[in-house]
């Protein structure tokens, strides 16, 4: 540090005018210590690094999220040869990177080729890395696992207490699992991933590991997530404020999450990218959101609500406590989350235990938490922290630190007596002195510059050892300040060495109890999302839904859609039923914005809202097995993936018939208008013909179409499997009257015309639209207009042809030219 920046952390002055700084100046903070405070949850942006390896069928996959320093890691888990399941979890965690093995199955080798080549990949193509085979050796993998430095284990345990507790954590017996997990910690460590800048003997932070299944997963792509509105991303106004500029637009997501802390929103995104047939947990979901629907626990879950506000970033906090990155306002944001957790598991002891949730969290949050709240209220000073802006002990905590921050104390007004007496003895032309104390250099006395002391050799003053000038002012070593430094020391750093050490200790102590810190995040996450669906279904009026494995199909009763009936005056509810004998093939017709498209969503969003575990907005539903909603339903996405509107909906419409079982649920939403109308017609009856082969395997289809021909040219066989659906019309003279009730029939007319004029096509257009219509309908030849050729031009065409009637080519005076340009190209003009 260069003399000018050197700051110093305390002093005093003597002068000998009474203009002259005041002697008895208060030790100023020094200003090289204040740390630039960041908001408590600031965080970087997450980065997730994969490993993954596929052999015989079986997939293998961790990852270690930055974000929670966390390591995830699916048990070993069969995935087919294109590898759903691997994109499945690339499109759920967006990886920074994919490490495997340079030694490959060529299947894997073409997947993750093809993953590099996707040049539009958003939000960006994940880094692959190869590395050696021998990484991923069994028993490599293990060693590494066994020997790793985990903070979530107390110090205390034996080598065989600790690998009893991670053999209960990790399944050592998924062979493939443990593999992925050995590369993983191997590629963390060589790239030395979030400690790039640290001390080389720092280890990657690794705070927990945690299971993540996807056995019961419901397949959902990403258009249907785009299409059904369940996530809508749209540029935030302002860029600064959120990480990637964007923020939740009207959709499902944006009106379920009342997520009152960050991880639990981070929860309810996760259910939301993880459908589940898992009937136990949807039901234990359920319950919860049951419990506080109930009028009589309405407090508690507002309560409760209260306190999940200060469940804060913990796992940014554990980082840097393992870094020793610890921030003042770390120490707060901790004391207030466990304070918190102590407050959640109060109020759940006293819930039904019949309750999972409640039993976990009146059991699982430890006397842990007390021990760390009444350790760190015991020994962090906050205020004092705050004002010096670093870890600071309150009194009576260590006798050494108390004296030493007496003497501390007492030093100002000693240090002005040693200014005066210095000053005695200076040059009478010096006004004044000061003595100051800079930290590691130590007392020196500080004199202003006088005008005389122009050259490096006027600094020079007898018994003073010259230092440094800094500001005007010369600083100097005196016999007497050598005295200080050998009296007081570095009295100041030692206090803030011994208050370190403390807070290294402290540290130490909230480490060693990480598991407890890392569950409270888990269970108040759950909690936080459970009372957010709580709150939604008690605003909108959702119901529960039943799960019934042996139902076809789903079932519901005045189904809303959970958007439009926000947006809507009046909704007006409709059934759903499928499969048994209700047919799987549903073709909905009816005429423009007759409400077929919010009928087909309303179905795919109840169904999914389900599969999540939220309540629903229908009277009633009862959901059978579904393993996937698929859609083709238009978005306006086209231009990112560059394919047209067609290319794209015969893309979704291929993964379907490729896909679909007949436990999906597959929507279509005018399927084919993006061609001709008879190509589009034939593609869509072959479509459905196809499924409707398959008989008892057909899928759950919703059409909705309005190629009225599909069923008056009676295109689709007739059968129990397809049944017609119509939206109820009526119309009132030229008007159309809309019910948006669904009834069965087919509608006999698009009455597009209705529509045009609504959107406010002039009236000429839609007569000659109509004119036409019913000519090809009643198979009439198509007339040009009429109104094209007026009766003025009629007449002067009739006057011109009279003109040539009239000539007389035989006469020699007749000039063809000037016949030409004076009476036909006039008349030309009016004509044409
Ligand atoms: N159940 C309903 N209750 C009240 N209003 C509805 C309902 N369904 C639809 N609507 C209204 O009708 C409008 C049009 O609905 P929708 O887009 O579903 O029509 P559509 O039949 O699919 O039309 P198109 O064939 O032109 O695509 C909606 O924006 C909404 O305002």
Redesign the pocket.
């Known amino acids: 540090m260069g003399p000018s920046q050197a700051m110093t952390s305390l002093g005093a002055t003597a002068a000998r005018t009474p203009q002259g700084p005041g002697p008895w100046a208060a030790p100023v903070p020094d200003p090289g210590e204040v740390e630039e405070e960041e908001e408590d949850d600031a965080e970087e942006p997450a980065e997730i690094h994969l490993c993954v390896l596929w052999h015989s069928g079986c997939l293998g996959i961790a990852y270690y999220d930055t974000s929670d320093s966390t390591i995830h890691f699916m048990p070993d888990a069969p995935d087919n040869e294109s590898l759903r399941l691997l994109q499945r979890v690339l499109d759920e965690i967006s990886p920074r990177s994919i490490v495997t093995s340079a030694k490959q199955d060529e299947n894997m080798t073409q997947f993750l080729g093809k993953l590099a080549s996707q040049e539009h990949r958003e939000p960006k193509r994940p880094e692959i890395i190869f590395l050696p085979n021998v990484d991923f050796g069994l028993e490599i993998s293990k060693q590494r696992l066994l020997s790793g430095n985990y903070s979530f284990i107390p110090d205390s345990m034996t080598t065989t207490e600790k690998i009893l507790f991670l053999s209960s954590i990790i399944p050592f017996d998924c062979l493939l699992t443990v593999r992925a997990l050995g590369g993983l910690l191997k590629f963390l460590g060589q790239r030395r991933i979030t400690v790039e800048l640290e001390d080389y003997n720092v280890s990657v932070p690794i705070l927990g590991f945690k299971k993540f299944v996807l056995a019961h997963l419901v397949s959902i792509d990403q258009d249907t997530y785009s299409v059904l509105q369940i996530f809508k991303n749209e540029p935030h106004p302002s860029v600064y404020k959120v990480a990637n500029g964007l923020k939740e637009g009207l959709s499902l997501f944006g009106i379920l999450n009342r997520c009152r802390c960050k991880w639990g929103e981070k929860l309810l995104r996760l259910w939301f990218t993880r459908p589940t047939q898992d009937l136990q947990e949807l039901n234990s979901r359920l319950d919860v959101i049951q419990f506080f629907l109930l009028p009589q626990n309405l407090d508690m879950a507002q309560t409760l609500h209260r306190l999940l506000r200060h469940i804060r970033n913990v796992p940014l906090i554990l980082r840097r406590m393992e870094l020793s990155h610890t921030k003042v306002s770390d120490w707060q944001v901790l004391y207030k989350t466990v304070y918190s957790a102590l407050g959640l598991r109060d109020a759940c002891r006293s819930l039904p235990q019949s309750i999972q949730l409640f039993k976990d969290i009146a059991q699982e949050f430890s006397d842990d938490l007390h021990h760390i709240t009444s350790l760190i209220g015991k020994v962090v000073d906050f205020e004092g922290s705050l004002n010096a802006n670093r870890f600071t002990v309150l009194p009576n905590i260590d006798p050494e630190i108390d004296e030493k921050k007496r003497r501390l104390m007492g030093l100002p007004s000693f240090l002005t007596e040693v200014a005066w007496k210095e000053l005695e003895n200076l040059d009478s032309r010096i006004p004044s002195c000061s003595v100051i104390y800079i930290p590691l250099i130590g007392f020196l006395l500080s004199i202003p510059r006088l005008p005389s002391m122009v050259e490096a050799s006027d600094f020079e003053i007898e018994g003073l050892d010259f230092m440094f000038l800094s500001e005007e002012k010369l600083h100097y070593r005196s016999a007497r300040t050598k005295e200080l430094d050998a009296l007081l020391g570095d009295l100041h750093c030692d206090i803030r060495d011994q208050e370190t050490l403390l807070m290294y200790q402290l540290q130490c102590q909230v480490l060693a109890r990480a598991a407890v810190l890392t569950r409270v995040l888990d269970l108040a996450s759950r909690l936080d999302v459970l009372l957010a669906l709580a709150s939604a279904a008690r605003e909108y009026g959702y119901s529960r839904p039943r799960y019934n494995p042996q139902l076809l199909g789903v079932r519901i009763q005045n189904g809303?859609?959970p958007l439009?009936e926000l947006?809507?005056r009046?909704?007006?509810?409709?059934p759903t039923e499928c499969g048994g004998d209700k047919g799987r093939v549903k073709v909905i017709t009816?005429?423009?914005?007759?409400?077929?498209?919010?009928?087909l969503k309303q179905v795919g969003l109840i169904t999914f809202m389900a599969l999540v575990g939220s309540f629903v907005p229908a009277e009633e539903a009862e959901i059978g097995a579904v393993d996937a909603i698929f859609t083709r339903i238009h978005s306006c996405e086209s231009i990112s993936l560059g394919l047209s509107t067609f290319m794209m909906d015969l893309n979704q419409v291929a993964k379907a018939v490729n896909n679909a079982t007949q436990q999906s649920l597959v929507l279509i939403?005018?399927f084919g208008k993006g061609t001709n109308t008879v190509d589009g017609l034939a593609l869509l009856a072959a479509v459905l013909r196809h499924w409707l082969a398959l008989g008892p395997m057909c899928p759950h289809i919703f059409v909705?179409t309005?190629f009225l021909s599909l069923i008056q040219l009676r295109l689709l066989p007739q059968g129990p499997l397809v049944q017609c659906l119509t939206?109820e019309t009526c119309e009132d003279g030229n008007d159309l009257v809309?019910f948006?009730k669904l009834c069965e029939g087919v509608a006999n007319a698009s009455h597009a015309s209705h529509?045009a004029a609504q959107a406010r096509l002039p009236d000429r257009l839609i007569a000659r639209g109509k004119e036409v219509s019913d000519l090809i309908c009643s198979g009439k030849p198509i007339m040009p207009v009429k109104e094209l050729l007026k009766e003025k031009q009629m007449e002067n065409c009739q006057t011109l042809v009279e003109k040539f009637l009239k000539l007389d080519l035989e006469d020699a005076s007749l000039d063809l030219d000037i016949f030409m340009s004076r009476e036909v190209l006039p008349a030309a003009t009016t004509i044409l």
């Open positions: 809303r859609h439009m947006c809507a009046t909704f007006v509810p409709n009816g005429p423009n914005s007759s409400g077929k498209s919010i009928y939403d005018e909705a309005n939206m809309f948006y529509t």
